[in-house]
């Protein structure tokens, strides 16, 4: 990770910058941010439960209670608030949405995601705990969509972060992305929903690919 | 409860709402999730403070009147106790949510805390004021004393404790006009903002007890307790479903206007029902 850190010094914010700060009692202490406040490991892979009653009973409790992430990174954020009220009313099958990524355990990509966006959005994306499952939506992120040969937007979701669902459509109604949820939920109930441990096993990829995409990179490799 | 409060309010917005064990199902899932990670000692005990807070509740309330078995290990003192472990499971989160470190969760501890001291401002000065009127602590006693029907209830002898405590209580459950504290649209969720998995399950867990212990509570002080299983929760019900009612009718108050509404109104008559009884 040091030397990782080296090429992207220049962007590190002032707080984060090795300094040398002095001591109540006198002495002088250097402080590396990234590797003194920050826990560096890697993700590790976690197994599922061997017992398969014991797991698939758990799948089903994952599956029905579905907390999304509130954070719209492109146009199809707009598809969300009519998600929670009356028509569609996705309560009715275990969605809600939480503020924070701690509690949440899936990621709606809703739409194109800027560079800037994607830099927040793998930091989110890492704080959330596993299993967490993303649900891609609209056509941005299949293939970059409309936008496929901007200067600013990522063309391929899942080079970035591993993706459980796409829904199609430039912008996909809430019917899609109920449907969407309907999918989730039968991958999950099948076992197959292990985003969090594949990008534990492919991280030098997924990161080689982020950090060929974000040149100002300042961060720790993993956001525990 | 909960489910019950949130299929209400759903049906009240003209929606569905969530299935009525959608919590026990959140409640298995957080505990089913396989990460977890920590930020320190007082990180782990927070969640467990606050449900020994709950179940510490439990234990000393008496459910049933004149049954052996459920009046659980009620004693002399337990009125006093009970208040004490109220508080206690509050401060408890504090510590615990602080050292998350997220200041989202210090924010939130601070309007919690200041809204959770006002609330239990008029509703010590009603405890107080049937402990002078009842001349004890225990509450099964104070649920013997108010036997032989409905106008033996505290409702009717100290009426002016009874809405002091009600409205206090409406404070003490969480609900609408002042959930600002919890409310996941306001900073985002406030104190438990760091806490996740199994951490948040037992916060939930006890936020489960909690809200059933406490109808109790007010059903023994005030409604003349329970005879029977069938007594206790229809009564426990119709308590929990006034601050569920409350909070479908008026929207959330900002912090500062919570705490200025419970120093009014309920002080006042927390006041009165001690003046009463002096």
């Known amino acids: ?224 | 409860m909960s489910a019950t409060m949130r299929k209400i309010g759903a049906r009240v917005a003209g929606r569905y709402g969530i299935p009525f064990y959608q919590p026990w199902i959140n409640i298995i899932k957080l505990y089913s999730l396989r990460d977890s990670i920590t930020h320190g000692v007082m990180f782990y005990l927070g969640p467990i403070f606050r449900v020994s807070g709950g179940v510490g509740i439990f234990l000393f309330m008496p459910l049933i009147f004149a049954s052996q078995h459920f009046s659980n290990f009620s004693f002399a003192g337990d009125l006093v106790l009970i208040m004490y472990f109220q508080f206690f499971g509050m401060l408890g989160m504090a510590l615990g949510a602080g050292e998350g470190g997220h200041p989202h969760s210090a924010i939130g501890i601070s309007r919690g805390l200041s809204q959770f001291t006002t609330i239990e401002v008029p509703m010590t000065l009603a405890v107080i004021s049937i402990a002078i009127q009842y001349n004890t602590l225990s509450i099964s006693e104070i649920v013997a004393a108010q036997q032989g029907g409905i106008l033996h209830w505290t409702l009717f002898t100290n009426p002016f404790a009874t809405v002091a405590a009600m409205l206090s209580l409406l404070g003490a459950f969480g609900h609408s006009p002042f959930n600002l504290v919890k409310a996941p649209n306001e900073i985002p969720i406030g104190p438990p903002t760091e806490y996740h998995s199994s951490f948040l399950g037992v916060l939930r867990t006890n936020a489960a007890i909690l809200h059933v212990i406490e109808a109790v509570l007010f059903m023994n002080l005030f409604f003349g307790g329970a005879g029977n299983w069938f007594e206790l929760i229809v009564k426990s019900f119709f308590i929990y479903f006034w601050s569920v009612f409350v909070g479908i009718v008026f929207p959330r108050f900002r912090i500062e206007q919570s705490v200025q509404w419970f120093l009014k109104i309920p002080l006042l008559l927390g006041v009165i029902a001690i003046i009463i009884f002096m």
């Not at chain 1, 019917?175 to 197959?192: P, Y």
Request: net charge positive.
């Open chain 1, 1 to 224: 990770m040091t030397n990782e850190n080296k090429n992207h010094e220049k962007f590190l914010h002032e707080e984060n910058k090795i300094r040398e700060v002095k001591a109540p009692d006198g002495s002088i202490i250097k402080v590396d941010p990234l590797n003194d406040y920050f826990l560096d490991d890697r993700p590790e892979i976690k197994k599922p439960k061997t017992n398969k009653i014991v797991e698939k009973f758990l799948n089903w409790s994952r599956a029905e209670s579905l907390w999304v992430l509130g954070f719209g990174t492109g146009c199809g954020s707009i598809e969300i608030p009519p998600l929670m009220t009356p028509r569609f009313d996705a309560f009715r099958f275990g969605v809600a949405m939480r503020p924070t990524p701690r509690q949440s355990n899936v990621f709606i990509i809703s739409g194109y995601l800027a560079v800037k966006t994607l830099k927040r959005v793998i930091r989110s994306y890492e704080q959330m705990q596993g299993p967490k499952y993303v649900l891609a939506l609209g056509s941005c992120t299949i293939n970059g969509g409309m936008y496929w040969d901007s200067y600013n937007t990522i063309n391929r979701l899942d080079h970035f972060i591993p993706v459980d669902v796409y829904v199609a459509g430039c912008m996909p109604r809430p019917e899609a992305l109920l449907a969407g949820f309907m999918k989730l939920k039968e991958r999950i109930k099948a076992g197959r929903g292990e985003g969090a441990n594949e990008y534990a096993e492919k991280f030098d990829w997924y990161k080689a690919n982020q950090k060929k995409i974000i040149n100002d990179w300042n961060m720790p490799d993993y956001n525990w």
